[in-house]
């Protein structure tokens, strides 16, 4: 090889490494684009919540001669209600309510605020026998609402009440929908229908109505079923029924005659 040569094969070799580094610079620090317009990179965000909204329009009938009603407007109103634990629990497992924007939510339990199966229930001050008892709800994750009729007892896993529960459809458990009576704390069903259940992510109404020993449920104002029982409870307190899993909202509770 010439000495012409010798001295070129440097000076080739040192461009193209130096082609390669201005390039792979271009590649570093030029704007990267991916196909089609897409960004590079998508991150996974939660879903934002679907908007709640407004109640179902409160019966004009039940509101003109109503014997108690609850919108839940204020902070304070909840302070003449009894929460009652329907399962037996320790004391710091106790269901949390709270007021929320004007509706009745349930929190959890406990200070950890944790999901819990407990059955818990909210009950109304006053006592009744006979009358119509009637609640708004809207269900985000909690799948269980209900209304409790009668009540009698200060300890819940104790007391006499009937119990009017429902399911939201996607549940796979059956039935969907039970009436029971409740004595000494043991659920004796009543009537019970197989489903579909409830809707969740929307307002749905729920209404059981005591006439004697006669009692009657309607979801959405449509009839769920209807029972008589002979040995029927005596006066109690109406009120509210779910578990303590969160993820529920309760308005407009209404006691009519």
Do not use: C
């Amino acid at each position: 090889m010439s000495g012409s040569m010798k001295k070129r094969v440097p000076l080739i070799a040192f461009a193209l490494t130096l082609a390669s580094l201005i390039g792979a610079a271009v590649l570093v620090f030029r704007p990267i684009q991916a196909e089609q317009g897409m960004p590079l990179a998508q991150y996974v965000f939660d879903l934002p919540a679907p908007t709640i909204g407004p109640n179902p329009t409160m019966s004009a009938g039940l509101a003109a001669h109503a014997l108690f009603i609850a919108d839940f407007a204020a902070a304070d109103s909840l302070n003449e209600w009894q929460m009652a634990e329907l399962d037996f629990i320790l004391p710091e497992d106790r269901a949390n309510w709270i007021i929320d924007n004007g509706r009745l939510r349930q929190n959890f339990a406990g200070e950890l605020q944790s999901s819990s199966l407990n059955q818990i229930a909210a009950l109304a001050p006053g006592v009744y026998e006979d009358g119509v008892v009637r609640v708004s709800f809207y269900d985000e994750v909690n799948g269980v609402a209900g209304l409790i009729a009668r009540y009698q007892g200060e300890v819940g896993y104790e007391a006499d009440y009937y119990r009017l529960r429902v399911l939201k459809n996607e549940y796979e458990a059956s039935p969907k929908y039970v009436l029971s009576k409740v004595v000494d704390g043991v659920a004796i069903p009543l009537a019970e229908v197989a489903g579909p259940g409830f809707t969740p992510r929307q307002w749905n109404v729920l209404e059981l109505e005591l006439r004697g020993s006669e009692l009657t449920a309607r979801l959405n104002d449509k009839l769920l079923l209807r029972v008589t029982d002979t040995q029927a409870l005596p006066e109690g307190r109406m009120g509210i029924y779910t578990r303590a899993l969160g993820g529920i909202l309760f308005d407009d509770f209404i006691i009519a005659p």
